[in-house]
């Protein structure tokens, strides 16, 4: 990331930038006003606090929610030189994965904006893809980070759950959730990461010197791509090869993808009406959760949020699966990469290119209309629902000119030795985003 030098004419191309891009709905909140001591340009999602600024969530209901203090992760980037240029849209409440917000916007693909780029962090990714941004914060639950960075040809990176602070963030999921970074280049990553995580926090850095290990879990990772991005998918894998990385071919455990589906929607389902309920709270707002829940514009994401009041999880289920089936999938994991001398997964960060949206959460994929939601979860959930640090790293276009990505994923606490591993892709697939 080049720091600016002159922060005041960058500021007017960036604004210059979004009134050319409006249309594809970034941002819900912009902010090109002139600060003295601003060195560079971030976007941030708009269920991050930002003083000064709303955070709306992506809902009306938030509308006129002004937090008075910065998230601890705003406030150190703020201090480091960030200038924020505006708050992002995103799939309302963070709730889904198509960026189609029904109040603010769906946000729009900025090389076809008959497409979409996922979600939730939406709106962060096509703000850094179009340069209006230098980088974006987002938050990331499931997929919510990387699968917009990939779609967009970006770096996503999600740290090891509880790396970065999460106060002063519309929570969805405690267990789950974290902050996480998307820029055009991984130096930025880097500076960013140093700059959020607390130094008992930063770990070490033990990639290997020598050819990496990576596990390929051609089931269910591979399966079912569409055919040009497996054979895109093919060519970079024959590139690591070629350069001396050892390609794994092991499947995972079907233990392991049991428990996953145990924890998937157990744990978030249980823990949102009283995450969001404490946000709430602590920002003195009049509202229930099931205020939100009833003010959200997108029908399903509004149906999946009024069942949790209607319906809520009950406390023995969620006990026992954050307390066995989980824990029972980490152990299984972390056998797994012992067993195999792993250091790290790698596999595509979304088993598709930017789809055209269908209808409520439905894409067309080969043919057939299937849920975006699940489509974008499928290679992303499980290291989310482990906590586990994960990159995407861009990779060239496939035969229709759409970018992707490759995902990296390894255990917890290894945040600095995945980013050096992505370097080490990088230099092979796409060394001028170094």
């Not at 996922?118 to 699968?147: I, K, N």
């Not at 055009?184 to 500076?191: E, F, K, Q």
């Not at 995902?407 to 992505?422: E, F």
Request: charge should be neutral; charged fraction near 20%; proline fraction near 8%.
């Amino acid at each position: 990331m080049t720091r600016v030098t002159d922060g005041p004419a960058r500021l007017v191309g960036a604004r210059d930038r979004h009134a050319a891009t409006a249309a594809l709905h970034a941002f819900i909140t912009t902010d090109f006003r002139p600060r003295s001591g601003g060195s560079w340009l971030l976007a941030v999602k708009d269920n991050i606090d930002v003083a000064g600024l709303p955070t709306t969530g992506g809902v009306a209901a938030l509308a006129a929610h002004r937090p008075v203090r910065d998230a601890t992760a705003v406030h150190r980037l703020r201090r480091a030189g960030a200038h924020i240029v505006g708050k992002t849209n995103l799939d309302e409440l963070a709730y889904g994965a198509t960026g189609d917000n029904h109040w603010a916007g769906r946000v729009a693909h900025p090389l076809d904006p008959a497409r979409i780029v996922g979600g939730s962090s939406a709106g962060t990714a096509v703000a850094v893809a179009t340069g209006v941004a230098d980088a974006g914060l987002g938050t990331e639950t499931g997929c919510s980070v990387r699968t917009p960075a990939a779609l967009c040809g970006l770096y996503g990176f999600r740290p090891t759950t509880g790396r970065y602070p999460l106060d002063g963030v519309i929570p969805v999921s405690p267990t789950r959730d974290t902050l996480g970074l998307m820029a055009r280049d991984l130096t930025t990553i880097r500076t960013l990461d140093a700059v959020i995580v607390d130094e008992r926090e930063k770990g070490l850095d033990n990639a290997p010197d020598s050819a990496p290990r990576v596990g390929i879990p051609l089931l269910p990772f591979y399966s079912g791509l569409a055919p040009d991005l497996r054979s895109a998918v093919d060519r970079l894998l024959a590139q690591l090869s070629v350069a001396g990385w050892e390609l794994v071919v092991a499947d995972l455990p079907t233990r392991a993808l049991e428990l996953h589906a145990r924890c998937a929607r157990t744990i978030p389902f249980h823990e949102t009406p009283a995450a969001m309920t404490g946000y709430l709270t602590r920002a003195a707002l009049p509202l229930t959760f099931a205020d939100l829940a009833a003010a959200v514009d997108n029908p399903g994401i509004a149906a999946t949020l009024n069942r949790l009041v209607r319906d809520p999880v009950p406390e023995p289920v969620y006990r026992r699966t954050r307390t066995r089936d989980r824990p029972a999938l980490q152990a299984l994991l972390h056998r797994f990469f012992h067993q195999h001398a792993l250091d790290a997964l790698l596999l595509p960060t979304s088993p598709i290119t930017a789809p055209i949206l269908t209808g409520c959460d439905r894409i067309e994929v080969g043919g057939e209309e299937v849920s975006a939601f699940d489509t974008f979860l499928r290679t992303t959930d499980m290291s989310s629902c482990l906590g586990w640090p994960a990159i995407t790293v861009p990779a060239p276009r496939d035969a229709d000119g759409l970018p992707f990505g490759m995902d990296l994923q390894t255990l917890p606490g290894r945040d600095l030795s995945l980013l050096r591993l992505a370097a080490r892709a990088a230099r092979l697939w796409n060394p001028e985003t170094l």
